[in-house]
């Protein structure tokens, strides 16, 4: 287990090990959210490298990586615990054939840790041998209103209330990272609750840096190409703009058909890598992906 870093050029260093390349603004708040020990709120666009970073940090301090996926409808049972209903029911059963009559010691036993199923929330807030996990609340904006209360409650304090067992209380509290894909406003009260930082595509240098770090097989000139057409197709009038999840892939894709450099047919045929609707393929096909690597190929010349 790895200690919590010292510093924000700690946590840049940290990171990097990961091969997670993290400016300086996203790591200052990363950094004050494991030493103040508050829950971290990323918001931005999808595939901006916000689940990643929670990945990076439970990786590079040797801590269990414990991940609520959140979608809509989900409820308190789902998130925190539940009973083994089963189990329960064969118990039972178990009771009456060997004809126990004590209902008060069947029903202790029922509701016993044996027959207790730990949900992300409980199993965050338990005691784990390498440390306290990192517990990634993903895409909290895909809930309701209700479930963000909840939230809210059992992030304040830290400890959460089963009826049949008690109250439980984290002794050391987990490491908190919340996701928004800003699908709909997440309630001020949790915000205010967090370090709060918006995490926007990064610039040509810090996309190229991370290209190389999760591609290095990729050559340079290549990389630079991808980075500065994904960078010229970000700007134009699409439904779903492309993150550096993408930008990612679309490398794997070009070195898996042997791409020295990149050509508007070639773009064309790939760009289902980068856009993932039918409207946006058909828009930025052809002569637009042809205009769009030759702004790009400008902007390298000009450096």
Wanted: charged share 25%.
């Amino acid at each position: 287990m790895a200690p919590i870093p010292a510093s924000i050029d700690d946590t840049i260093t940290l990171l990097k090990t990961q091969n997670y390349i993290a400016g300086r603004d996203l790591a200052t708040v990363a950094f004050l959210s494991l030493k103040l020990g508050k829950p971290l709120f990323l918001e931005g666009e999808a595939g901006t490298g916000k689940t990643e970073i929670a990945k990076a940090i439970a990786s590079a301090l040797g801590r269990r990586l414990i991940r609520l996926q959140c979608y809509e409808g989900l409820d308190t049972a789902s998130a925190l615990y539940d009973w083994n209903f089963s189990a329960q029911m064969i118990a039972i059963r178990t009771a009456e054939v060997a004809q126990i009559s004590d209902r008060k010691a069947l029903q202790d036993e029922l509701f016993s840790d044996d027959f207790l199923i730990r949900r992300p929330l409980l199993e965050a807030m338990e005691p784990h041998p390498e440390g306290p996990p990192v517990l990634l609340i993903d895409e909290i904006d895909r809930t309701d209103e209700p479930f963000e209360a909840f939230l809210l409650e059992a992030l304040s304090d830290f400890q959460v209330t089963i009826p049949e067992v008690g109250t439980i209380h984290a002794e050391n509290p987990p490491i908190v990272i919340l996701t928004s894909n800003r699908t709909r406003e997440v309630h001020d009260a949790l915000k205010r609750r967090c370090l709060y930082h918006w995490v926007s595509y990064p610039d040509f240098a810090t996309e190229l840096a991370i290209l190389n770090a999760r591609v290095p097989e990729c050559a340079d000139r290549l990389s630079r190409e991808i980075v500065a057409f994904v960078a010229h197709l970000r700007q134009e009038d699409v439904f779903k703009k492309p993150g550096l999840a993408e930008t990612i892939d679309w490398a794997r894709c070009l070195i898996a058909l042997d791409v020295v450099t990149l050509d508007p047919e070639l773009v064309t045929n790939t760009l289902g890598a980068l856009l993932k609707y039918q409207d946006d393929l058909a828009q930025m096909a052809g002569s637009e992906a042809a205009r769009l690597l030759q702004e790009a190929r400008m902007d390298l010349a000009a450096e």
